[in-house]
């Protein structure tokens, strides 16, 4: 239901969608959709593997097949997030598999930012495990001029124990890296229906990357699991996110 989910967000009142492309032909057809529907496509999420060797060039290759689509339509930002070794499963990389996924995030940023694109690294709440050896050796492990940090506060909060206190270490650590901001907001620790206050200080983050002189592409990222509240319809609840996304970071516009 691609057109009619874009006609919603489009209702919502937002004007850019950030999808999960898996080939280049999911970004051709995702094209004439986004303009019927008025929206830009300036970023793009791809998820890689880069942590062995024999997987990492072919996993490359396939992110740029998918870029070079995306750049025809607009698309600035690639944000992606390198596989675990079994996603939801408890095993963790070793330090030969960071060194070589982090060697290989940095050569997909080399790439990308030759055809005038920009890497943006994600991580969910299992990079955060072990002292977040993954997650830290992904930023130390890297030239800033050709990997950037899409911060997803959530994650980080949640891989945290829940700690705002960690996640603002990371904001002072790695907050001039940050060129995509994902907002998702949780209020006990359960995702929340709409973006708004809660759990985390979103109003302090834009305070902070103001200070800095950081204006980071914004992705309002809801999500729902077990626990959180349905008391509207989906354009409702986006249309109360966007009000609320726009004053926080009305600043950035």
Same mark, same amino acid.
């Given at each position: 239901?691609l057109?009619?989910?874009?006609?919603?967000?489009?209702?919502?009142?937002?004007?850019?969608?950030?999808? /999960?492309?898996?080939?280049?032909?999911?970004? @051709?057809? =995702? !094209?004439?959709? %986004?303009?019927?529907?008025? $929206?830009?496509?300036?970023?793009?999420?791809?998820?890689?593997?880069?942590?062995?060797?024999?997987?990492?060039?072919?996993?490359?290759?396939?992110?740029?097949?998918?870029?070079?689509?995306?750049?025809?339509?607009?698309?600035?930002?690639?944000?992606?997030?390198?596989?675990?070794?079994?996603?939801?499963?408890p095993?963790n990389?070793?330090?030969?598999? /960071?060194?070589?996924?982090?060697?290989?995030? @940095?050569? =997909? !940023?080399?790439? %990308?930012k030759?055809?005038g $694109?920009?890497?943006?690294?994600?991580?969910?709440?299992?990079?955060?495990?072990?002292?977040?050896?993954?997650?830290?050796?992904?930023?130390?492990?890297?030239?800033?001029?050709?990997?950037?940090?899409?911060?997803?506060?959530?994650?980080?909060?949640?891989?945290?124990?829940?700690?705002?206190?960690?996640?603002?270490?990371?904001l002072?650590?790695?907050?001039?890296?940050?060129?995509?901001?994902?907002?998702?907001?949780?209020?006990?620790?359960?995702?929340?229906?709409?973006?708004?206050?809660?759990?985390?200080?979103?109003?302090?983050?834009?305070?902070?990357?103001?200070?800095?002189?950081?204006?980071?592409?914004?992705?309002?990222?809801?999500?729902?699991?077990?626990?959180?509240?349905?008391?509207?319809?989906?354009?409702?609840?986006?249309?109360?996110?966007?009000?609320?996304?726009?004053?926080?970071?009305?600043?950035?516009?």
């Open positions: 239901e057109d009619t989910g874009l006609g919603e967000i489009a209702a919502s009142r937002l004007d850019g969608y950030e999808p /999960l492309a898996n080939n280049p032909q999911e970004i @051709e057809r =995702l !094209g004439p959709l %986004l303009k019927k529907h008025g $929206l830009e496509m300036r970023s793009l999420y791809v998820n890689s593997t880069l942590h062995e060797s024999e997987k990492a060039d072919e996993s490359i290759e396939a992110v740029l097949a998918i870029a070079r689509k995306a750049k025809k339509i607009g698309t600035e930002l690639i944000v992606t997030n390198p596989s675990p070794i079994r996603w939801g499963g095993e990389k070793q330090d030969a598999q /960071l060194k070589v996924q982090a060697a290989a995030l @940095e050569k =997909l !940023g080399r790439e %990308l030759g055809m $694109l920009i890497l943006s690294y994600h991580n969910h709440d299992i990079e955060l495990r072990n002292a977040a050896r993954e997650f830290h050796h992904m930023m130390i492990g890297t030239d800033p001029a050709y990997v950037t940090l899409c911060l997803d506060a959530h994650w980080i909060y949640r891989g945290a124990g829940n700690s705002s206190v960690a996640l603002f270490d990371v002072k650590l790695y907050g001039p890296r940050i060129t995509e901001l994902h907002l998702r907001q949780s209020k006990n620790n359960i995702w929340t229906e709409t973006f708004s206050e809660g759990d985390i200080g979103y109003p302090a983050i834009a305070k902070y990357l103001r200070e800095i002189n950081v204006r980071p592409h914004l992705v309002l990222e809801q999500a729902v699991e077990a626990g959180s509240p349905k008391t509207m319809s989906t354009v409702e609840a986006f249309q109360k996110s966007s009000r609320y996304a726009r004053r926080i970071f009305a600043a950035f516009a």
